[in-house]
T-cell receptor, first 115, second 114 residues
Framework: AQSVAQPEDQVNVAEGNPLTVKCTYSVSGNPYLFWYVQYPNRGLQFLLKYITGDNLVKGSYGFEAEFNKSQTSFHLKKPSALVSDSALYFCAVRDRGSTLGRLYFGRGTQLTVWP | DADVTQTPRNRITKTGKRIMLECSQTKGHDRMYWYRQDPGLGLRLIYYSFDVKDINKGEISDGYSVSRQAQAKFSLSLESAIPNQTALYFC?????????????FGPGTRLTVL
C-alpha cells in the first residue's frame, strides 16, 4: 500500500527564518515524490519532484526538498520564509513500479509566515 | 491553471438533485483525474481516466460517475447529491510519461449540497 504522512497540520514561522514542512511516505517499491502548493481559492500548483539522482531537489519560489531513503522522508525546506509563502502544502508519492501512475497525497500542512 | 478549466466554479444545490461538474484541458494530456478535497483529509481520488476508453474507480467512487467525452473533456456527475458530498472538487491532467510527470490542476469547483 502507498501512503503519505504529513505529521504537522500547521507550521508557523517568522518571515526571514528557515522553514521546514515534513513528509514521510510508504511505498512498496521506489518512489517518485512531489510537493504541491495551494493558495487560497486556487488549484494545486506543482513545486518540485524527486525522480532519481541528487537527494536535494530544487524547485519553484526558492523551495527545495531533501529525499532521505533510510528515513523514507521528503521534507520541504526554504532558507528564508516570506509572508507570501503562506499557503497549504501537499506532499504526494507514486510508486515507480506501479503501472497505474496514481498519486497519493498527504493531508496537507498549512504554513503561516508571520511578518 | 488556465490550461485546465472547470465549470461551474461554485454551485449550491439541494439533496437529491443531479449535478454535473465539467473539466476541459488544452494541454493535450491523455490522463485525467477527479479529486475531492475536504479540510484535514487532503485530496482523495474519485475517478481517473488514462485515455478516452479507459476509466477507473479511485478511493471514493461511490455516489459518483464520470464520462470521458473526448481527450480534452472529463465530467463528474453526482446522480443524487447528498450533504456529505459538500466539498471542493478538482480536476487534474498528466502526461503518461515514464511515471514521473506531475499533475496539472484546475481551479476547483466548490460544491455545497443543502
Amino acid at each position: 500500500a502507498q501512503s503519505v504522512a504529513q505529521p504537522e497540520d500547521q507550521v508557523n514561522v517568522a518571515e526571514g527564518n528557515p522553514l521546514t514542512v515534513k513528509c514521510t511516505y510508504s511505498v512498496s517499491g521506489n518512489p517518485y515524490l512531489f510537493w504541491y502548493v495551494q493558495y487560497p481559492n486556487r488549484g494545486l500548483q506543482f513545486l518540485l519532484k524527486y525522480i532519481t539522482g541528487d537527494n536535494l531537489v530544487k524547485g519553484s519560489y526558492g523551495f527545495e526538498a531533501e529525499f532521505n531513503k533510510s528515513q523514507t522522508s521528503f521534507h520541504l525546506k526554504k532558507p528564508s520564509a516570506l509572508v507570501s509563502d503562506s499557503a497549504l502544502y501537499f506532499c504526494a508519492v507514486r510508486d515507480r513500479g506501479s503501472t497505474l501512475g496514481r498519486l497519493y497525497f498527504g493531508r496537507g500542512t498549512q504554513l503561516t509566515v508571520w511578518p | 491553471d488556465a490550461d485546465v478549466t472547470q465549470t461551474p466554479r461554485n454551485r449550491i444545490t439541494k439533496t437529491g438533485k443531479r449535478i454535473m461538474l465539467e473539466c476541459s484541458q488544452t494541454k493535450g494530456h491523455d490522463r485525467m483525474y477527479w479529486y475531492r478535497q475536504d479540510p484535514g483529509l487532503g485530496l482523495r481520488l474519485i475517478y481517473y481516466s488514462f485515455d478516452v476508453k479507459d476509466i477507473n474507480k479511485g478511493e471514493i467512487s461511490d455516489g459518483y460517475s464520470v464520462s470521458r467525452q473526448a481527450q480534452a473533456k472529463f465530467s463528474l456527475s453526482l446522480e443524487s447529491a447528498i450533504p456529505n458530498q459538500t466539498a471542493l472538487y478538482f480536476c487534474a491532467t498528466s502526461d503518461p510519461g515514464p511515471g514521473d510527470n506531475e499533475q496539472f490542476f484546475g481551479p476547483g469547483t466548490r460544491l455545497t449540497v443543502l
